[in-house]
């Protein structure tokens, strides 16, 4: 089984989003205001930008790229990478917490633990 490293995904994502980038340019260039009247506010909402409340997740990042992809720098793959890091780190920690014993119950009253029962 091949391994792919934060740094390999990222470069995946940005070439996909390109790919993407370039089927909006076509429609963009057969339909005028496509992508800013369509595209933008679907894939705003997908990408959940305007969520303030919600924390990025892994599933959001696609989207997010393509959205870099329509800007005017594009996407930093070194960005993304980290990106990916942070979320893949977040998501083992919550999947750790999870599957982490519950905590122990509280020590019983120190009055009933010396209480001798065969005295009684």
């Known amino acids: 089984m091949t391994t792919l490293n934060s740094r390999q995904v990222a470069e995946l994502l940005v070439g996909i989003a390109r790919s993407q980038q370039a089927i909006v340019d076509a ?18 909402n997908v990408a ?8 990025l997740q892994l599933g959001d990042l696609p989207a997010r790229v393509l959205l870099q992809c329509m800007g005017r720098n ?5 960005q993304v990478a980290r990106d990916i890091d942070e979320l893949v780190a977040r998501e083992n920690a919550a999947a750790a917490a999870k599957s982490a014993p ?3 119950a509280p020590a019983a009253d120190a009055n009933l ?3 001798d029962m065969t005295k009684l």
Not at 27 to 44: C, I, K, N, Q, Y
Not at 48 to 55: F, I, K, L, Q, S
Not at 74 to 78: I, N, R
């Open 48 to 55: 959940r930008v305007r969520d303030t409340h919600r924390a």
């Open 102 to 104: 519950p905590p122990a």
């Open 74 to 78: 594009g996407p930093d793959v070194d």
């Open 27 to 44: 429609v963009e260039s057969m339909r005028a205001g496509f992508r800013s009247t369509h595209l933008s506010p679907a894939l705003m």
């Open 113 to 115: 633990q010396s209480l």
